[in-house]
């Protein structure tokens, strides 16, 4: 009698790591790979639950940087407004004087910001109602990798995507693209580099962005304007990260 095939572990895993958006505005700002990717797990619960602590951490130090860019309570709450209203009353946060959307905007200023008038469980309270938005830094997405062993190494290595972005100015624009968990950092370095190559040439920026234009400010010859203005240029790196960190 053949012997049964041991189920194989599942080849998924999920990253936690900082969410770029259009709050960024300079090059500056944006995380790095390494400071944008924070660790890596098995499960999407233990992720979801890791990118929580994390947020929540985060907001008591540093509030939020998200903006309201909707029209009114019906944009950012499935709630009507009286019934928005009610609900901050029950817990004493205070309420913007009228309706309109400036004041909505001003009243979500001061609870966001570092000087916010309300605690850790009025917070939560209003992100309970605010199920339109998205508000927080930290999010899980997907990874595929190589298949997992048994016994997990406590780091592994994600090769991801980081990209620059033209819209008019040349934008660092993070590492968005998540592409491939290894548990080796010399496969992991190997298959970054292979990726890298594109008929022989790595697309990825030098140093100096200007480097890529003559005096006049036309492309260098042998340059691909295509990739440079509509789909930017872009370089796969390997990030270190710590693989269950709590399990």
């Not at 985060?58 to 950012?76: A, H």
Request: glycine share 6%; aromatic share 12%.
């Amino acid at each position: 009698m053949a012997k049964k095939k041991k189920p194989e572990v599942p080849a998924n895993a999920y990253v936690v790591r900082g969410e770029i958006d259009e709050s960024y505005y300079s090059e500056e700002e944006v995380p790095k790979p390494s400071e944008q990717y924070c660790s890596v797990f098995t499960t999407e619960v233990e992720a979801l639950a890791e990118a929580e602590k994390l947020n929540q951490a985060d907001w008591l130090v540093n509030g939020t940087n998200r903006g309201l860019f909707c029209q009114g309570v019906e944009g950012f709450s499935t709630m009507p407004e009286p019934v928005f209203r009610d609900w901050l009353e029950d817990v004493g946060i205070e309420l913007p004087a009228n309706s309109e959307h400036a004041s909505w905007q001003s009243w979500w200023s001061r609870m966001r910001g570092t000087d916010r008038p309300i605690n850790r469980e009025q917070f939560l309270h209003i992100l309970e109602a605010m199920n339109r938005v998205d508000i927080w830094f930290y999010e899980v997405v997907p990874i595929d990798s190589q298949k997992l062993p048994k016994k997990l190494p406590k780091v592994g290595y994600a090769i991801v995507m980081q990209k620059w972005q033209n819209g008019g100015d040349d934008c660092y624009y993070g590492a968005n693209y998540p592409a491939m968990l290894c548990m080796s950092q010399q496969k992991a370095q190997e298959l970054c580099d292979q990726w890298n190559l594109n008929d022989g040439e790595i697309k990825h920026p030098p140093a100096d962005l200007s480097e890529l234009e003559d005096e006049t400010g036309e492309p260098l010859p042998g340059y691909n304007e295509d990739d440079y203005w509509w789909g930017g240029l872009y370089e796969y790196v390997v990030v270190e990260l710590p693989i269950n960190p709590e399990a």
